[in-house]
């Protein structure tokens, strides 16, 4: 995979966090130097967007991109929205679609979806505002 680029893309907010967040996962995905390089984009409201870090990808001479959701699980934006926006038609999980007239392979992964390792967060968060509580167990 170290000619293909990874594309993490997550939802946008108007709150800072969730575009930090973002950052924080791309930095991490990085940092496992898998891919050439690791790129990030938002649906909605937060810059780059998915067209934005094409452009920056195309420009920078990568052909190849697995589009990685940050979605937990399926919806509208992961099923129609994302993959239009990459130039994917409906329904497709791969294609060669154009951007600013070049050629690109994309692979568009599925989303986070069910995993056992998601409980063991959520066990550890329920277990820290336990632990945070001044009046929960008063």
């Known amino acids: ?4 680029v990874a594309l993490l893309i997550g939802h946008g907010s108007k709150l800072d966090i969730q575009k930090k ?3 924080r996962l791309a930095e991490s995905v990085k940092s496992r130097k898998i891919f050439a390089e690791v790129f990030y984009a938002f649906m909605n409201v937060n810059k780059p967007t998915i067209r934005d870090a094409m452009t920056d990808i195309v420009r920078k001479g990568y052909r190849k991109v697995i589009a990685i959701p940050v979605f937990l699980s399926e919806g509208v934006h992961t099923t129609e929205d994302i993959p239009k926006e990459l130039g994917l038609k409906n329904g497709q ?3 060669v679609v154009e951007f600013d007239g070049v050629e690109v392979k994309i692979l568009y992964a599925r989303t986070i979806g069910y995993d056992d390792r998601i409980a063991e967060i959520l066990v550890e968060r329920g277990k820290e505002a336990v632990e945070n509580s001044k009046e929960f167990f008063r």
């Open 21 to 23: 967040m973002i950052e």
């Open 1 to 4: 995979m170290k000619d293909a």
């Open 93 to 95: 999980r791969e294609g």
